[in-house]
């Protein structure tokens, strides 16, 4: 307990040639540790504790200049407490969205009409893998051909699905009575020669971050382990208008990073050591292991393209509020987007129809036209490749220069493109930890982050709470820097309508997540111990067709695609 | 580190005070300027840089409170970023980039239905009597233009007739920051010649008009009223200047506007108000309100992000318009605050803010926030069949605001307004706001404060630029993120407001209109009610519905016809 208050301890460091600053670092770092008991309240914001914060700020004051500061940060912690009198579920955006048009470009829109994809024969599958890994189209015939009904083919992917499950870890919760309760609805319809569409009667399965009543919306994560939200994700209901069957919840890595949920790790079909990659882990798995024909997934900064890497399987990272985000959990409102993953790019075509286009109730969902040609001319497309896969080498390249002379000799046109990589695109991954934190605000400030299920440094509790040291300032300039990486990529996008890239080459993932290009990845190989290798397709905005046509024509010319993982066949 | 004083007693001049001795090696080393570094708990490696205690010390301004594990874990995080910041600041970021978002309006899940298209009609009315120089001066948009068409002054000759008195009158204004003279002058002949061959661009066809010096004009200084850019030219013609010089307006001047948007004070001087010299114009549309308010000019633009345009209209006694957010395209204005800046035309009634109004307002792919929407008026419109609401505190000001109020009341309810009270909706922070516009403002001229070129700014005390700006840099982007989320709720609750009632009424300095409807992106129209003869004058501002400029004009008009309070001039002027 001390015997000297602060201005006596300076006193006397003063009296016997202690410099000021060492005195007062001395009672700041004392009292900061509440080394000096309760006798000293800790007072209202000190120029020491500002001294900190600039270091931590990267900003570096006067002394004069910190002093002036004092009331004005006062101000600013009674208005950050009055912030906190405001109930804000992640449910209530900002009052600032994002949007992928760069200031006076004009936007290109495609005029295809419709979707049609590659006709299918209708040959009934003989196993139950077979089943398993048919495609959508695939089903479509049979269902129609009448060989299965709707029901059926519910029973048999629930009863697939389970058996998969106990080794892959993929499923929060199945949503039996509702998928068989939809598909008795569905094949009197069919009986009645009415069918929705091509995806009439099609299972598939949501990442568990989808709202869907009557069962929880967990998020990943223990904490809404048994939460149940009274309201259907946009994506859900359209999917529902469709016809698809949802069959059950997908797993997330928790709050969207990674494959670990509550239940454990989501493992890859092609090896079941390792975990699927996330966060659209058991979406991802389900595909893989034919399972389900279609996931929805999300992607904010990789959630799509990595697990679709490790399990080796193709989807569609559309171009920034393609797809209403109403009734799915928040992590970075400028940042994330649901999409499609499926086996083929034909599929995600079929699904990217159904659920695209304005909402009401997401006002960055915006109106945009979208059609699918399958016989679309190759060489009406402007095909870029990264520079690494110009100079041959690289993480990933390897993979995809055979992928490359496949689709020249089918007659698409390559030509290399300069990628821009001037501005520090990584720098502004702090978007995402910034918008995150905000989001899971009451989770860090209630300590709920300690009952999260991944503790480690890089996961969202520890990166949580480091995002509340992001100044809003810096947050704002990262903001307009994004901007100038969004003018750049548009400059590229004008001399070419697509880019074929290693998944992670260089900026490329940060920097079109950042932009809202949209993505199509896809396997391209296999390598040792089954491994699979894919490529990305980048497009321009609002070109996922011209992404997809370049997939599906891969896809024609191979059959990577359709190898299935052995634990699974 | 004084003579004679070494570490070991240093440590004992701690111990005698009490100090852990743990505690007093740490300080030494600090102030010693070592590389204390922390122990990173998962390597054990230590780390340069970033303390423990350092954090500990920045939670208490950020307001957030962390224990030592906690710490510990994140300090590779923050080195991290401060090599992102670092990073980041070594970009070049031209003045005209804006964030990569944008502000819209209109609530989530509601759609609201766009007002009426059409054209704007006001009175035709004749060459006015012109016996003074203040009789030309304090003559309205309409006037002006009966007075050109009627063949009695050319277009020149009002020009430079306007330039003689405004620069006779601003040396007790402060008003003008520049002349336009040689561009106001080619202009004036350009649309004489046009004139004389019968085309008329319309009714802003010769009038002259000032801008508020954060509009670039090339060939002339853009200052934003600061000495840093007092000799500072911009290459871009802003979009709202393009659109009067196509609608034949005269640009005569730039205007003051208290450095960098704050305030009444620029490099000049204090801009002044009309109706008492002694004072300030208020800001930061300072020269606009002060120009008109003098009769010297019909019109001026100015702009509001927070009451810089309803604060010195009404102390100077004159009408403004604060459009809804995204209606006028603010390429090749300076930028205070992304989210929030709104330009608009200042005049001495509501006609001539409409008139005004229809030519600069539209779209413009150059402004991301640009949200194109009709706008008609109609002077003859009756008022029957518009909700006027009545916001509670018309009733909380001084007997002089409320003995000016109610005869506007009793005018509108005799043209048939229906008139009712509102419930303003429960409190929301007002500092959302404070934090949204510290945390744009200050990211906006980030370059000054971290090049240190802030010393330069004239007002160094503690509520201007300067020390607001590195303040702003210590909240956090978690809660200028919250505030935003906290701004989604006010939109709702003040768009439930206008479920009831077309327009209110509220006193023009009051946190419904210069704070909650800025933030939620609300048009409002200031007009006078009256004053004294000497000092700031009363004024009362009618907020519309998002889009609803019109209807907020239409009352303003309404009021006008009843009453001559708006014709009033500043004796010093008149």
């Excluded at chain 2, 009714?203 to 008009?209: E, Q, S, V, Y």
Aim: hydrophobic share 45%; proline share 7%.
């Amino acid at each position: 307990m001390s015997a000297l208050d602060r201005r006596q301890f300076l006193a006397l460091g003063t009296a016997l040639g202690l410099p000021a600053i060492l005195a007062e670092r001395a009672w700041a770092v004392a009292e900061g540790e509440g080394a000096l008991g309760d006798v000293h309240r800790i007072a209202a914001i000190t120029a020491e504790q500002v001294a900190g914060a600039e270091a931590i700020a990267g900003l570096s004051l006067t002394a004069a200049e910190r002093e002036m500061l004092l009331p004005n940060l006062e101000r600013g912690l009674r208005a950050f407490t009055a912030i906190r009198g405001v109930p804000l579920p992640n449910s209530v955006a900002p009052a600032i969205a994002f949007s992928p048009l760069v200031p006076g470009r004009t936007v290109e829109t495609l005029d295809t009409v419709g979707v049609t994809v590659s006709p299918v024969a209708v040959s009934a599958p003989v196993t139950d893998a077979d089943w398993g890994f048919a495609t959508i189209a695939e089903l479509g015939a049979l269902l129609r051909a009448g060989r299965v009904t709707v029901r059926e083919l519910t029973e048999r992917t629930l009863r697939r699905l389970e058996v998969a499950d106990t080794k892959l870890l993929m499923v929060t919760h199945v949503l039996r009575e509702r998928a068989l309760a939809q598909a008795d609805v569905l094949d009197a319809e069919a009986r009645a020669g009415r069918w929705r569409g091509p995806l009439h009667g099609i299972p598939w399965g949501a990442k568990d971050l989808l709202s869907v009543p009557g069962a929880p919306t967990t998020w990943g994560s223990p904490l809404y382990a048994d939460r149940v939200i009274e309201e259907t994700a946009t994506v859900v209901e359209r999917l529902d208008a469709a016809g698809a069957v949802l069959i059950a919840k997908m797993t997330l890595g928790e709050f969207a990073m990674g494959d670990v949920w509550y239940g454990g790790m989501t493992r890859s079909p092609w090896n079941l050591e390792r975990g699927s990659s996330g966060s659209s882990a058991g979406s991802a798995a389900a595909v893989a292991a034919g399972v389900l024909p279609f996931a929805i997934g999300s992607e904010t900064l990789g959630s799509i393209v990595s697990p679709c890497t490790r399990c080796g399987v193709s989807g569609l990272r559309p171009t920034s509020g393609r797809v209403s985000r109403h009734g799915a959990m928040a992590l970075s409102w400028t940042m994330d987007k649901l999409g499609p993953i499926a086996r083929t790019a034909d599929d995600l075509a079929v699904v990217f129809a159904a659920i695209h286009g304005n909402d009401l109730r997401d006002p960055t969902a915006q109106a945009m036209p979208f059609g699918f040609d399958h016989d679309r001319p190759l060489d009406t497309i402007r095909v870029g490749i990264h520079p690494t896969l110009v100079r041959g080498e690289g993480n990933g390249v390897a993979a995809i220069l055979p992928v490359l002379e496949s689709l020249r000799a089918r007659g698409a046109e390559l030509r290399p493109v300069e990628w821009p990589d001037d501005l520090p695109a990584s720098s502004l991954n702090l978007i995402i930890s910034v918008e995150g934190a905000a989001a899971f605000d009451a989770v860090t400030r209630e300590n709920l982050d300690d009952q999260m299920v991944q503790q480690t440094p890089g996961a969202w509790p520890n990166a949580f709470r480091a995002a509340r040291f992001v100044p809003a300032v810096e947050y704002l300039q990262a903001n307009r820097v994004r901007a100038l990486v969004m003018e750049r990529l548009d400059d590229l996008f004008r001399d070419v309508d697509v880019v074929i890239t290693p998944p992670f080459a260089g900026n490329v993932l940060i920097s079109t997540n950042l932009s809202g290009h949209p993505a199509v990845v896809c396997p391209v190989a296999f390598g040792e111990n089954d491994v699979p290798a894919t490529m990305t397709v980048i497009g321009g905005l609002w070109k996922e067709e011209l992404a997809l046509r370049v997939v599906a024509e891969w896809q024609r010319a191979s059959d990577v695609h359709l190898r299935r993982p052995p634990a699974f066949s | 580190m004084a003579a004679g004083l070494d570490r070991r007693t240093f440590l004992g001049l701690c111990a005698g005070v009490g100090i852990p001795l743990a505690t007093a090696e740490r300080s030494w080393a600090l102030a010693a300027g070592e590389n204390l570094g922390s122990v990173n708990r998962i390597s054990g490696e230590t780390l340069a840089g970033i303390t423990r205690e350092q954090v500990a010390a920045a939670e208490k301004v950020l307001g957030v409170s962390y224990d030592n594990a906690d710490r510990d874990q994140m300090l590779p995080h923050l080195e991290e970023a401060l090599k992102a910041y670092a990073e980041l600041r070594e970009v070049p970021i031209p003045e005209s980039v804006a964030p990569a978002f944008r502000f819209d309006p209109v609530p989530v899940g509601e759609t609201v239905v766009p007002p009426p298209a059409g054209f704007v009609q006001v009175r035709e009315l004749p060459p006015p009597s012109i016996v003074s120089d203040a009789d030309l001066g304090f003559a309205s948009i309409a006037e002006l233009g009966a007075l050109l068409r009627s063949g009695r002054m050319t277009v020149r000759q009002l020009t430079e007739a306007t330039i003689a008195r405004l620069e006779r009158c601003d040396p007790s204004l402060y008003a003008v920051v520049t002349v336009t003279r040689e561009r106001a002058l080619q202009q004036a002949d350009q649309l004489d010649a046009e004139a004389s061959t019968g085309e008329w661009r319309g009714p802003l066809h010769g009038i002259p008009w000032g801008a508020k010096d954060l509009l670039a004009v090339p060939g002339y200084p853009t200052t934003w009223g600061s000495p840093l850019y007092r000799n500072r030219v911009l290459p871009e013609t802003a979009r709202a200047v393009e659109l009067l010089d196509a609608a034949g307006a005269v640009l005569v001047a730039k205007l003051s506007l208290g450095e960098l948007a704050y305030g009444d004070l620029w490099y000049g001087g204090r801009t002044r108000n009309p109706w008492n010299p002694a004072q300030g114009a208020m800001g930061s549309s300072a020269g606009s309100a002060a120009a008109v308010s003098a009769g010297l000019l019909p019109f001026a633009m100015g702009s509001e992000t927070l009451g810089s345009i309803l604060g010195p209209c009404t102390r100077c006694g004159i009408s403004g318009l604060r459009p809804t957010y995204g209606r006028i395209s603010r390429f090749g204005a300076m930028s205070l605050a992304w989210t929030l800046d709104k330009l608009g035309p200042i005049a001495r009634t509501a006609e001539d803010l409409a008139v005004v109004f229809a030519a600069v307002q539209g779209e413009d792919a150059r402004d991301p926030s640009s949200h194109p929407m009709p706008f008609a008026f109609d002077h003859a419109r009756p008022l029957s069949g518009i909700r006027i609401g009545l916001h509670p505190d018309l009733a909380t000001g001084d007997a002089d605001e409320r003995r000016l109020i109610a005869p506007v009341l009793a005018a509108l309810r005799s043209q048939g307004a229906e008139l009712q009270p509102i419930e303003w909706p429960e409190r929301i922070p007002a500092v959302a706001m404070d934090i949204i516009m510290r945390v744009e403002s200050a990211a906006a001229f980030e370059e000054l404060t971290t090049r240190d070129r802030d010393d330069e700014f004239l007002d160094q005390s503690v509520d201007a630029r300067p020390n607001v700006f590195r303040a702003a840099h210590f909240i956090p982007a978690v809660q200028y993120v919250q505030a935003n989320r906290v701004r989604t709720v006010t939109k709702h609750r003040v768009h439930g407001v206008f479920q009831q009632v077309d327009v209110f009424l509220v006193p023009p300095m009051t946190e419904a209109a210069l704070v909650t409807t800025n933030l939620t992106g609300h048009p409002a129209v200031t007009i006078p009610i009256g004053g004294p003869q000497e000092g700031p004058q009363r004024g009362i501002a009618i907020v519309g519905a998002l889009w609803r400029e019109d209807l907020a004009l239409r009352v303003a008009h309404a009021w006008q016809m009843a009453s001559q309070v708006h014709r009033r001039r500043p004796p010093a002027f008149s």
